[in-house]
């Protein structure tokens, strides 16, 4: 979601108080940037719990269970074509592969307070913008029907705030739908309706909107009104700072048509490209409007909330 | 561990076998780098039992349990000195933040097969080359008294290879003490001990020996000597290859002296830098060492070590 409201300082305020009170009370640790944290074996365990709860009849849909690493091909990266859409939000890695000379060189100019990048350069690798972007490739060829994945891992987006619901670092809880377009299309409606009903049932004031990625630039802004009048995407948004925003999106539900079918040449049997769709749950974001909701002492969250997100068994 | 045989050709095709081993049997997945996988949703299980398993009496020694992300700030990367021992290793985060003129560059020159990373800058984050690394900047000042941690996340290194046991990133379990220099030595001692017990019981064939990180160049190897002189690392060694190379180190305990406190302002009461201590567990390769003990098939590995990898209560 952007920030729409006209009174920037109030919803500033509002982000730094709830940030203040989430670390006063120990659930999370100021990691040393914007967008970064340490989190306390209650959070860390809230978000496993919601992770298992998402998880909820993933088995009955047949969903086979993969996680990727939160780094993966540069390769891969570059087919997404994710920095031309989303460039500020991109990591891309570099490392060292310089000569002893090299490196003596990089010393010396670290000594002298100097930047020492220009001795680095890009390695194999890029951070994972979101959990399905490793698995896309894997499918390349002829898929035989119809297939579900059960992702999660860590994403990465260069976007640092003072929000806490805006992490530079974050678990992404995903349920990717790959093969029939029909079937694709389908899938989104029926699992966007229950990952409301399930966050509904959390307690969350969520509600399901259609929504565009942040896309870069003027040429982004045109493709966000189309992804926005397609439905391509929908979000469950939750009110965090009452009215001073329009809220904040915990999940989504994202028809991708073709695009990765079509990008990474995952084929069905009939020869044309597959389609896929996928649901992400943030779960950071879903802690924090859970703790935003009940309060920061997660041991007397109501019984009917804790219930739901008992340990698996 | 480095290669010390003489047969490199048979120490590869023994790792290239196991790799295929374990990929055959559906644990891990290609996932289209050297040391890049996906773990099936068996192979990520064994690792969660595996870091409850090594976590056992944890809480007795007062642990408080934290977790941070894969990525960490680049100016807590920068104090440590890790890109002077270990440059070839390192992984520092690119990121845009350039004009939509500057993007227009970018995509002109992409679209033309050329090189775009002179269009990205360093971003304010580094990935997290051992898991312990963002926890001490949070220590900075006078501790009360000694301190115990629980720590628990992905560490990136650079180093592609064919051997599975060696990964781009991939999960380590911490045991990090912080405070007295001679309760922090006699922590290291006590906790190797018990650590190579654990993995013992679990029916490895491993030994506690001194060892030496892979420091880089030739500085590097003097302060390999002095390390191994130290005893200031030991490590746990199973054999994976037979007689093929010196086995493979899946855990270590750490004397780091004063280094973190010298260099991150942690002090006793009486004013002089707290001594720290880590013991960590490699989720991976433990896991990869089980399956090369007991077989690929974990569901028919012994009773005894089912029960003690039992899924946590």
Not at 163 to 170: G, S, W
């Amino acid at each position: 979601m952007t920030d729409m409201s006209d009174d920037r300082t109030a919803l500033d305020r509002a982000r730094d108080d709830f940030r203040a009170e989430v670390l006063d009370a120990g659930l999370l640790v100021d990691a040393g940037e914007p967008g970064l944290y340490g989190r306390s074996g209650v959070f860390d365990d809230l978000v496993d719990r919601i992770a298992a709860f998402a998880s909820t009849g993933f088995a009955e849909l047949g969903a086979e269970r993969l996680r990727f690493a939160p780094v993966f091909p540069r390769r891969e990266f570059e087919r997404t074509d994710y920095i031309v859409s989303f460039p500020h939000l991109t990591g891309t890695i570099n490392g060292f592969v310089g000569s002893e000379a090299d490196h003596k060189s990089l010393v010396t100019a670290r000594a002298a307070g100097e930047a020492w990048d220009s001795w680095l350069s890009p390695a194999e690798t890029a951070l994972v913008p979101a959990v399905c972007h490793p698995l896309y490739e894997r499918l390349s060829g002829t898929i035989p029907g119809d297939r579900v994945y059960d992702l999660r891992g860590f994403c990465f987006r260069h976007e640092p705030s003072n929000d806490p619901m805006r992490l530079q670092a974050f678990r992404m809880q995903e349920l990717v739908f790959v093969g029939d377009p029909d079937a694709a299309h389908e899938f989104r409606t029926v699992q966007c309706e229950r990952q409301l009903r399930g966050l509904v049932e959390l307690g969350l004031d969520a509600r399901l909107q259609p929504a565009n990625d942040p896309f870069f630039g003027r040429t982004g802004r045109f493709l966000a009104r189309n992804q926005l009048a397609d439905e391509a995407k929908l979000e469950v948004i939750v009110p965090i700072y009452g009215d001073l925003d329009e809220g904040t999106a915990v999940a989504s539900g994202n028809r991708h048509g073709e695009h990765f079918g079509d990008t990474f040449g995952i084929l069905l049997p009939d020869g044309s490209a597959a389609h896929s769709t996928c649901l992400g749950w943030g779960l950071e974001r879903i802690a924090l409007a859970l703790i935003r909701t009940h309060g920061v002492d997660v041991a007397a969250w109501p019984a009917d909330v804790t219930r739901l997100l008992a340990p698996a068994p």
